[in-house]
């Protein structure tokens, strides 16, 4: 009997870091690897999906921490402001918080934002990505004379992703500062489709 329990135990543990290691992956990303697959709401409520996405030449996806804050603010109206360039280049952005649908939907009209956001409030998608994870929260704004709150299941980090139109990533960027990062990202867009 103590040897079966010994035996089952050793099993136990030789498994438990393969299962370890496999929930990990994306820390664990970098340029050159495929990029994981992933599906979300959107701001509208509708499902966004990234392998049936009319792709076209690069996707950047970028994750921040919540919507109508300041650091997020700036980095989002700063998308907002390089959107038509960008699209013109034939790149498509993304916006990921961990923000529910209707409060994204608050932060795009507040801003008058141009591209797609997504709501990750579980951090499922941040995971894949290797994105930390935090608490979620809570934040009171006046939008139009009025207060509205917004909630968010989660908090991410900042972090940022280009990924090509064969579905592998192109840059990594995970200490972005978000008054910065459209800029930094056209120039690495620049590079990469002046390369191709």
Known sequence: MKKKLELIV??????????MNAQQ???D?????????????DDFGDVWKSNKAERKELLVVYFYPAAMTGGCTKQACNY??????????GVEVIGISGDYPDGLRIFRKANNLNFTL???PEGKIARLFGVPVKNGGEIEKEVDGKKVKLKRGVTLDRQ??????????KYINRSVRP??????VEQVIDKLLNNN
Request: aromatic content about 10%; charged content about 40%.
């Open 160 to 169: 940022t992703f280009i990924i090509g139109k064969d579905g592998k990533i």
């Open 179 to 184: 008054e910065e990062d459209s800029k930094e």
């Open 25 to 27: 992956t994306g820390k």
């Open 29 to 41: 990303l970098k340029v050159g690897d495929k990029a994981p697959q992933f599906s979300a709401k």
């Open 80 to 89: 907002r402001d390089e959107y038509e360039t960008l699209d013109d280049e």
């Open 118 to 120: 997504l709501s990750d």
């Open 10 to 19: 050793l099993v136990i543990f030789s498994v438990l870091p393969f299962g």
